[in-house]
């Protein structure tokens, strides 16, 4: 216990310090292609969710989120 206290303070210090920070530029069609994908994965998520109203089970959510990337 004392280990997982130890580790998660010193997750939480390292993630809480200042560091420099380092900027690369991303290529705008591969910045596009993932805001696409994030999208479609969201929109299917969405629609999965609200399949469960209709009786569907469990795996519609996940379905949809699948089916949303392509």
Do not use: W
């Amino acid at each position: 216990m004392k280990k997982l206290i130890f580790f998660s303070a010193s997750l939480v210090l390292l993630l809480m310090s200042p560091s420099q920070e380092a900027r690369a530029e991303m290529d705008p069609r591969m910045k596009a292609l993932g805001l696409m994908a994030v999208y479609g994965a969201v929109g299917g998520t969405l629609l999965g969710t609200a399949s469960l109203a209709f009786g569907t089970g469990g795996r519609a959510v996940a379905k949809g989120a699948s089916l949303g990337l392509y």
